[in-house]
T-cell receptor, first 111, second 118 residues
Framework: EDQVTQSPEALRLQEGESSSLNCSYT??????LFWYRQDPGKGPEFLFT???AGEEKEKERLKATLTKKESFLHITAPKPEDSATYLC????????????FGQGTTLQVKP | ETGVTQTPRHLVMGMTNKKSLKCEQH?????MYWYKQSAKKPLELMFV???????ENNSVPSRFSPECPNSSHLFLHLHTLQPEDSALYLC?????????????????FGSGTQLSVL
């Protein structure tokens, strides 16, 4: 059964304090791993798609990496506006169109 | 603004009421989705429509009834709900693919309807 586990559940950082969020997954035939950002009162917003181990993608202070078992979302020198819940999801070969989401990591960045 | 609009934003209903949630997308997409987001739980897929045809029903109780009259509009009809159905209901859309089902392109979500069942 495809499964996604995110850690930590919550993370508090000081502005400028870099850190990483983890997404561990079990999937039969990875077709894609997705990162989304969700602000309170809003729907998730797409950030990245990673397709194969070794792949990396960057957007401003965020960098996503992928191995065969997990993905990391690295946040470099975060700002308060980076505060949000970050969701990881996988798409496997046995679940066409059905993303399996993790529970998310809620990040709070204090000024 | 994501291009996906959901109404109403908030809804309170009794267990005997009938109500409908509406979703409209202005992105020219062909696939639309309903997701349920409960506190402390992962996003849960409910239904998928691709080119107006339902391609996924994730064992959702019959008190939830989806309707997709065209590729731009999606409804979720609610009747005789239970208190445990209280959650954030999210609509999403994606490009879609005719003949191959829904592929792994990115989803665009609306802001959701926060539903409370009393």
């Amino acid at each position: 059964e495809d499964q996604v586990t995110q850690s930590p559940e919550a993370l508090r950082l000081q502005e400028g304090e870099s850190s990483s969020l983890n997404c561990s997954y079990t999937v039969s035939g990875l077709r894609g791993l997705f990162w989304y950002r969700q602000d309170p009162g809003k729907g998730p917003e797409f950030l990245f798609t990673l397709y194969s181990a070794g792949e990396e993608k960057e957007k401003e202070r965020l960098k996503a990496t992928l191995t065969k078992k997990e993905s990391f979302l690295h946040i470099t020198a975060p700002k308060p506006e980076d505060s949000a819940t970050y969701l990881c999801a996988v798409l496997g070969s046995s679940n066409t169109g059905k993303l399996i989401f993790g529970q998310g990591t809620t990040l709070q960045v204090k000024p | 603004e994501t291009g996906v609009t959901q109404t109403p934003r908030h809804l309170v209903m009794g267990m005997t009421n009938k109500k409908s949630l509406k979703c409209e997308q202005h992105l020219g997409h062909n696939a639309m989705y309903w997701y349920k987001q409960s506190a402390k739980k992962p996003l849960e897929l409910m239904f998928v429509y691709n080119f107006k045809e339902q391609t996924e029903n994730n064992s959702v109780p019959s008190r939830f009834s989806p309707e997709c009259p065209n590729s731009s509009h999606l409804f979720l009809h609610l009747h005789t709900l239970q208190p445990e159905d209280s959650a954030l209901y999210l609509c999403a859309s994606s490009q879609g693919g005719r003949g191959q089902g829904v592929t792994n392109e990115k989803l665009f979500f609306g802001s959701g309807t926060q539903l409370s069942v009393l």
